[in-house]
């Protein structure tokens, strides 16, 4: 199975440009994330979903919006890119939002911002 | 405030040696710890915790939650260069929060 495809794999975009990272998922789980991931910061979430239809924000959501239309879907969207959301993008997933299923995350979106 | 601390930073071993990765937490709500291995891409899944003193293991690595003293280990015995990589762990909280540390860089020698 594919899991979780994300795309693009990179992208450079210049700043004040609009951009959407996709995120599928073929496992029918239930809650999504979008991570970023910084050196010497780690992993951080900016937004969840832990259905179809509702998102949450998470520790990093300035500059970012989200959208859950259906269970398989999470695209990210960057309103007007900034070189501050350059960084690894990765979107997860999970059985249930509950924190008791482990995150399965797809390969990752690198955006450099210019 | 949620945070997870890992240690060490970063490790170089020779192949054959065992490894010791450290991860505590302060979270509220704690539900699991889970540890993941990251290479070049993904994080890739390896334990989740939920119990203490119950030890996980999964061919040469296993890890071990105490809920009392808020911290986990991760084990890695006979170490091979495959193992180099970030490993990251993560407390869950709540209904939909994953805290990761920064992760501990292992380069392991030939």
């Known amino acids: 199975t594919a899991g979780i495809t994300q795309a693009p794999t990179s992208q450079i975009l210049a700043a004040g440009r609009s951009m959407t990272l996709r995120c599928t998922q073929d496992?029918?789980?239930?809650?999504m994330y979008w991570y970023r991931q910084d050196l010497g910061l780690g992993l951080r979430l900016i937004h969840y979903?832990?259905?179809?239809?509702?998102?949450g924000k998470g520790e990093v959501p300035d500059g970012y919006s989200v959208s859950r239309a259906n269970t398989d879907d999470f695209p990210l969207t960057l309103a007007s890119a900034v070189p501050s959301q350059t960084s690894v993008y990765f979107c997860?997933?999970?059985?249930?939002?509950?924190?008791?299923?482990?995150?399965?995350f797809g390969n990752g979106t690198r955006l450099t911002v210019t | 405030e949620d945070k997870v601390v890992q240690s060490p930073l970063s490790l170089v071993v020779h192949e054959g040696d065992t490894v010791t990765l450290n991860c505590s937490y302060e979270?509220?709500?704690?539900?699991?710890l889970l540890w993941y291995k990251q290479e070049k891409k993904a994080p890739t899944f390896l334990f989740m915790l939920t119990s203490s003193g119950i030890e996980k293991k999964s061919g040469r690595l296993s890890s071990i939650l105490d809920k009392k003293e808020l911290f986990s280990i991760l084990n890695i015995t006979a170490t091979q260069t495959g193992d180099s990589a970030i490993y990251l762990c993560?407390?869950?909280?709540?209904?939909?929060?994953?805290?990761f540390g920064t992760g501990t860089r292992l380069k392991v020698l030939a």
């Open positions: 979270v509220t709500n704690f539900r699991s």
């Open positions: 993560a407390a869950a909280s709540g209904t939909y929060k994953y805290i």
């Open positions: 496992m029918r789980h239930n809650a």
């Open positions: 979903s832990n259905t179809a239809g509702t998102t």
């Open positions: 997860a997933s999970s059985s249930y939002g509950q924190g008791s299923s482990p995150l399965h």
